[in-house]
């Protein structure tokens, strides 16, 4: 299974615009994220685009304005962010939403011997996913910066 460039900068800014939201409650250009994360801003514009859609973020307009939190970051997972800026993560179509039925995908769906492997790794991917918030997130960032380097 392979992550779009979308999902992963989106995943990455989001998490930045957490980072600094909790130290200032000021709305954070679009232009700094792209800058701080390396990311093209008309890209991070339709990305944001669809996390203001879908409740994630709110906008500020004006000359002091930018990007916020719309929710606090226990109640943003990161299977809502990924679902919504990948689509269906499913590793094949005979487990993928995006078929009816999985015979609608391959004709052996109904005496399959691997589906069950990949009905299982679906879900496994999915309930990781859905079992990490934003805030458990910006705890391990911070923990691994507070963990000294081991030199080899």
């Not at 130290?23 to 203001?52: G, K, N, T, V, Y």
């Not at 879908?54 to 679902?83: C, D, F, N, T």
């Not at 079992?131 to 391990?140: F, H, K, M, P």
Request: net charge negative; with cysteine.
């Amino acid at each position: 299974m392979k992550v779009s460039k979308r999902t992963e900068y989106g995943l990455r800014a989001i998490v930045t615009l957490a980072e600094t939201s909790r130290s200032a409650e000021q709305p954070m250009p679009l232009r700094e994220i792209a800058s701080r994360e390396d990311i093209p801003e008309a890209f991070l514009d339709q990305i944001f685009a669809l996390l203001r859609r879908e409740g994630l973020v709110s906008s500020v307009r004006g000359a002091s304005g930018g990007y916020l939190l719309a929710r606090e970051p226990r109640a943003i997972y990161m299977g809502q962010v990924v679902k919504l800026l990948e689509g269906d993560m499913a590793p094949i179509g005979c487990v993928s939403d995006e078929f009816a039925s999985p015979e609608d995908f391959c004709g052996k769906a109904g005496h399959c011997h691997t589906r069950g492997v990949w009905m299982k790794l679906n879900d496994s991917i999915m309930r990781t996913l859905d079992g990490i918030s934003l805030a458990d997130v910006l705890e391990d960032t911070e923990a691994q910066r507070s963990t000294p380097a081991i030199e080899a």
